[in-house]
């Protein structure tokens, strides 16, 4: 499969100069990974680049990057700036940063489905493919589309984001042996599938392990199993410490139960507002659902953040999944 990149895009870097890069807030693998990735080639290019995120790092295998990030745009960054927005198609979804960067000329390099983004030009371009299994994916085809090669730092960068959004290839079919080729490009420059593994999954406390007990024992079955839900109280998270959440694990775990078909996990991220995600095995799209909240993600793969309590939203989703699995039935 070759991802063909828009001339808007290559056009878009080579006639700019500056660029400030970003993507979507609560950031993971692949957006931290795309972005530094991207300003490690624009620096190459010869570009001056300023690398922002408004974060929060709470996820372990990208806490090490957070201090290569700035958290604001300050004026001189804005001056004479072109934006890229990575692993995102609206600025919304940027958090904090969505109001230094609104009005200057942006590109957007996604590979989510829907969203509200504009159509692509010569002064905002559109770099949006579905069918890639992570935006690091479409990130080398522009890297090669430039004439250039990665970089080993740029092939460890685009690896880890590639290794995160396919669960290390767990969410990989059989349609996707171009994501072992595309994985083999960056591995003989230089990228490692052992150390990228212990990044991700390794280094982990006994509180963390301690904290999975106690999600897992709270965890509930409905629609005959169908869905699994898990909360996180606020109480909960105050006890255990940020540092020690492991939603992915969670999630895995969760995914493994016979009869399962969506994973859904509501964290009581503030006494007034919750986090919802949900994993799904392929059955249903669980980011129509996000996006109904309006929220976003994958089919496999969403989330929303929502004023409320686990009380006043857990009914909300429950109420959307019985009409889907009574559809399944009725069908």
Do not use: W
């Amino acid at each position: 499969m070759s991802i063909p990149v828009p001339q808007e895009l290559l056009d878009f870097i080579r006639k700019h100069k500056k660029f400030i890069i970003t993507g979507h807030k609560e950031p993971d693998g692949d957006c931290v990974g795309s972005q530094l990735a991207m300003a490690s080639v624009l620096k190459r290019l010869g570009k001056e680049v300023v690398v922002c995120s408004a974060g929060p790092f709470r996820r372990g295998e990208i806490s090490a990057y957070q201090d290569r990030f700035a958290d604001a745009v300050r004026d001189e960054d804005r001056l004479g700036a072109a934006v890229v927005i990575m692993d995102c198609s609206t600025v919304n979804r940027t958090g904090d940063l969505k109001e230094r960067i609104e009005g200057l000329p942006t590109a957007i390099v996604d590979h989510h489905e829907g969203g509200n983004h504009r159509a692509s030009s010569q002064e905002n371009p559109v770099f949006i493919d579905p069918s890639a299994p992570s935006v690091t994916f479409l990130i080398l085809a522009l890297i090669e589309s430039l004439g250039l090669a990665p970089t080993e730092e740029e092939a460890k960068l685009l690896f880890l984001g590639l290794c995160t959004d396919t669960g290390f290839f767990r969410h990989v079919d059989s349609t996707g042996y171009e994501t072992f080729a595309y994985a083999s490009r960056l591995i003989k420059a230089g990228a490692n599938p052992k150390e990228t593994f212990r990044f991700i999954n390794g280094g982990k406390s006994f509180a963390s392990r301690r904290f999975l007990g106690v999600l897992l024992a709270g965890s509930r079955q409905y629609f005959d199993g169908k869905l699994i839900l898990a909360t996180e109280e606020y109480h909960e998270s105050r006890r255990f410490g940020l540092e020690n959440r492991d939603s992915d694990t969670l999630y895995r775990l969760l995914q493994t139960v016979d009869g399962v078909e969506v994973a859904m996990f509501i964290r009581q991220e503030t006494p007034v507002s919750c986090s919802v995600g949900l994993r799904s095995l392929d059955k249903i799209d669980v980011s129509a659902i996000a996006a109904a909240f309006g929220g976003g993600g994958h089919k496999n793969a969403a989330g929303v953040t929502l004023k409320g309590t686990i009380r006043t939203i857990r009914p909300q989703f429950l109420d959307v999944f019985e009409k889907i699995f009574r559809r399944g039935r009725d069908a």
